[in-house]
């Protein structure tokens, strides 16, 4: 939906300019209208490890990718023939919050895409002391902290790391602002999801905590 009311506003303004020029703009690849409807055409019956018969010769699995909730890398089986995966991003091992990528199985074909194949990430552990690190020192001279973050996963680990960092006092109490309305509402979306989380996130929600949430939230 939100994909779709921006190239709904990008036709509007280009519609305009090239009007001015006396040619046709572009016309959406897909509107909001179009993408309500095919909200009709998701099958709940997909689940993670689960073949899915697609016809009498090729079957789809969902696997978990371990990269957003609900994030999925696909195993297509076809009788008599190959065994293909699709992915997009895997996301890293040893992170809170969401499980580890399940492991894939063997295959005759990957398709994929890839943003960082070329370099190694540094440990989630590492990165957490370089943003408690840097949010303490700036703090230290009286500065605020402001963090741009995607509003899906990424937002999501941010609040997770400042509650666990403040509970476990390497940082100060303070106001913290998530300015973002499709963060917020992927936030509640995941609380409603705690299959999907690793038993360190499911233990906090199991005592009544919210993983996301701490005193001076707004």
Not at 83 to 108: M, Q, T, V, Y
Not at 109 to 122: D, K, Q, S
């Amino acid at each position: 939906m939100d994909t779709a009311h921006i190239n709904e506003e990008d036709y509007a303004q280009w519609k305009k300019i090239m009007g001015r020029r006396g040619e046709a703009a572009r016309e959406p690849l897909y509107t909001t209208l179009e993408a309500q409807d095919a909200m009709g055409l998701f099958d709940p019956r997909a689940e993670y490890g689960k073949a899915l018969a697609l016809n009498e010769r090729v079957s789809a699995t969902f696997r978990d990718a371990g990269h957003i909730l609900g994030a999925s890398f696909i195993e297509v089986d076809v009788k008599g023939g190959p065994r293909l995966l699709f992915s997009g991003d895997l996301g890293n091992p040893g992170k809170p919050i969401i499980r580890d990528p399940s492991p894939p199985p063997e295959a005759d074909a990957v398709v994929m895409e890839t943003t960082y194949a070329e370099r190694n990430h540094r440990s989630f552990e590492e990165s957490v002391r370089e943003f408690v690190d840097c949010a303490v020192e700036t703090f230290d001279r009286g500065g605020n902290v402001l963090v741009p973050a995607f509003a899906i996963e990424r937002a999501q680990d941010l609040l997770y790391v400042i509650r666990e960092a403040r509970m476990k006092g390497r940082l100060p109490y303070g106001p913290v602002f998530l300015d973002s309305p499709m963060a917020i509402a992927v936030t509640g979306v995941m609380l409603r999801h705690p299959e999907c989380f690793d038993a360190e996130t499911r233990a906090i929600i199991e005592r009544e905590h919210d993983p996301f949430g701490f005193p001076g939230l707004e």
